[in-house]
């Protein structure tokens, strides 16, 4: 089905700091999904919250900086734009 859909698809996890978040990773790469090496911090949903390190994760391979430059814009500007509205 992935396949089937040319397109990039882009996954925030947590960092792998224990079990769980270890067998995530690993189950999101048994799917092809890769690692990418960008510091990625989500924004807050709440004012007065702190912004929290996820991990970007990407199929069907890693995506260049200007790539992850454009999704971190978009998440900024497009979607988080109305986490306080």
Known sequence: ???EAHKT???????PVDEL???RKGFYER????ENPY???HPPYHW???GHELVVMT???RISREEYNAFARYLHERV???AFT
């Open 1 to 3: 089905m992935l396949e």
């Open 9 to 15: 698809l882009i996954l925030e996890i947590d960092p």
């Open 21 to 23: 978040s270890r067998r």
């Open 31 to 34: 799917c092809g999904f890769a």
């Open 39 to 41: 510091e990625h911090i």
């Open 48 to 50: 007065g919250n702190s």
């Open 59 to 61: 199929w069907p391979g």
């Open 80 to 82: 988080m734009d109305r």
